[in-house]
């Protein structure tokens, strides 16, 4: 059966048993039909231990990081463990273009599908218009004589579709840009916020633009960020849904990790963490996107840490790094899985530099072979890391069984978790730790514009904030077409920009974009309504 299948014939339990399990009464949650709720408690002492799921770097055929994830926790529950997935909301620009939904997959999956991958409770819009109506404010009151001095506008328009089209538009009186949602500022600040009141707070601080005598203009001059809360107000609560095996799945919140910081919200994090004993989450892309940035951003922000980390890693992607065609991927290539396995070593040497616990999780495919997987397996060993076939995607939560005892045993060894950088670092310093020691170039190069825009933030004193890496996801460097582990090579700063309210510094690598567009032949052209039902959502 197809994963939209299988979703339809899931038994699911009513949410207010979901929410009963995590010691939840009824006044806790607003219930969106019966099987999704809003979360209304507040996070209280923290009681879990955390897990990170992380990846070598993605290919186009997927690594299958919620897959494990979820398989993850359903095996846990297996165990008669008190279980918590904190997991992000999907974007509907991959749901319609290349990627396709994020909701797991095969007998690995939360439910209810459909409606987590499209418009879900309705949270993405709400930040979708809390973004629109800043940028209205911003032009309405340039329009009406613009008291407060804006000679560059700073803050642009989003919308959660693939649209190319508006990489660059033209207004009355400048030319701007759009953002994809997930990848917007108030995005970015929505998941880093602890409360409303921080969320209020934070949204004021957002800086929309620069005098002509580069001072900072902030959206609270503005005097909106009531108004803009209180648009995000209801989306801010968490959401309640469960696996195919009834674990509880909180999610929420959804910023890209190759554009933003690709970790769901704080709050969802935290309440996991009172709620239960094992929560697991993960962060987008590979480890030098995803992984780096919720250690070196939400961490900090959050002053949390991780208890132990799984990495993922597939025979395809493996054999992709090593230069295996898509037309050869399927066929049994040890060698290639032994050249590909750099690229596994090159995110192990990073993980290992965090101080964390660490578990290699080996995302097994009916077309792997057991040879494949012995390279895999015989490396890690020789290696002294520990690890685990997952078949959690054919299995359920049977298949990852071996992985959650892996990790239960990893939870035992030593945690010395530190920063890759100190806030006192300079930003080039801070750009300098994050290009040599995680995307491993050996040199840096600025455009002028992002010279220039450092020392913008430097005249402001920014320089404390910490730094969101922006680059392909294909690759450690800038350049997709680098695979596997690349070597001496630099990597270039083409922007900086300043994501004041989110309180990091977004840095642009290469020629990332943060409006995807569309593929030749986009999943849409798969979807379809069908006698009341949707068919072809993956």
């Not at 991780?306 to 065609?325: E, R, S, W």
């Amino acid at each position: 059966m197809t994963d939209i299948e299988i979703a339809h014939n899931a038994n699911k339990e009513d949410i207010r048993n979901i929410a009963s399990e995590l010691g939840l009464s009824e006044s806790d949650y607003i219930m969106f039909g019966n099987d999704k709720a809003k979360i209304l408690k507040q996070p209280t002492e923290k009681k879990g231990k955390l897990i990170l799921v992380t990846a070598i770097s993605p290919t186009p055929y997927g690594e299958g990081k919620t897959t494990v994830s979820i398989g993850l926790g359903d095996a846990f529950h297996r165990l008669k463990k008190n279980s918590v997935l904190v997991l992000r909301e999907p974007s509907m620009g991959p749901v319609f273009g290349m990627k396709g939904g994020a909701a797991g997959g095969g007998y690995s999956q939360v439910v209810p599908m459909e409606d987590i991958n499209l418009h879900f409770t309705g949270d993405f819009h709400a930040i979708t218009a809390a973004n629109d109506l800043l940028c209205a404010a911003i032009d309405n009151h340039i329009y009406h004589g613009n008291e407060l001095g804006i000679a560059e506008v700073a803050f642009n328009r989003c919308l959660d579709v693939n649209d190319r089209a508006l990489r660059r538009i033209s207004l009355d009186n400048r030319s701007e840009k759009f953002n994809i949602t997930a990848a917007s500022e108030i995005m970015a600040l929505f998941c880093l916020a602890n409360s409303l009141d921080d969320l209020k707070e934070m949204l004021g601080n957002i800086v929309i633009g620069y005098t002509k005598n580069e001072d900072l203009v902030y959206a609270k001059d503005l005097h909106i960020e009531g108004a803009l809360t209180t648009l995000l107000k209801d989306a801010f609560y968490p959401n309640l849904v469960q696996t195919l095996e009834h674990t509880p799945a909180i999610i929420h919140g959804g910023p890209f990790a190759n554009i933003a910081h690709g970790c769901n919200s704080i709050v969802a994090t935290k309440l996991g963490l009172s709620l239960g004993d094992y929560v697991i989450t993960e962060a987008g892309f590979g480890a030098d996107l995803g992984a780096e940035k919720f250690l070196n951003i939400k961490c900090r922000k959050a002053n949390l840490s991780p208890d132990a980390i799984v990495l993922v890693a597939t025979i395809k992607a493996l054999k992709y790094n090593a230069g295996v065609c898509k037309e050869d991927i399927l066929k049994e290539n040890v060698s290639a899985v032994s050249n590909g396995i750099c690229n596994l070593d090159a995110h192990v040497r990073n993980l290992k530099k965090v101080g964390v616990p660490l578990v290699v999780c080996l995302n097994a495919y009916d077309t792997d072979t057991s040879l494949e997987q012995q390279v895999v397996i015989d490396w890690c060993e020789s290696h002294h890391i520990p690890v685990s076939v997952s078949t959690a995607y054919r299995d359920g939560g049977e298949g990852a069984v071996h992985l959650a005892h892996t990790v239960e045993q990893a939870l035992l060894a030593p945690n010395q978790f530190h920063f890759l950088y100190d806030d006192s670092d300079s930003i080039s310093d801070k750009i300098y730790k994050l290009a040599t020691e995680v995307y491993h170039a050996n040199r840096v190069e600025y455009s002028e514009e992002a010279l220039r825009k450092i020392s913008l933030l430097e005249k402001n004193n920014l320089s404390y904030l910490p730094i969101c890496g922006a680059k392909t996801q294909y690759s450690l460097s800038d350049d997709a077409k680098k695979l596997g582990d690349p070597k001496d090579f630099s990597i270039y700063v083409r922007d900086i920009e300043l994501y004041h309210g989110a309180g990091f510094i977004t840095v642009l690598f290469g020629s990332v974009l943060r409006m995807p567009g569309l593929p030749k032949h986009p999943n849409y052209e798969k979807i379809d309504l069908v006698d009341g039902e949707i068919v072809g959502l993956s």
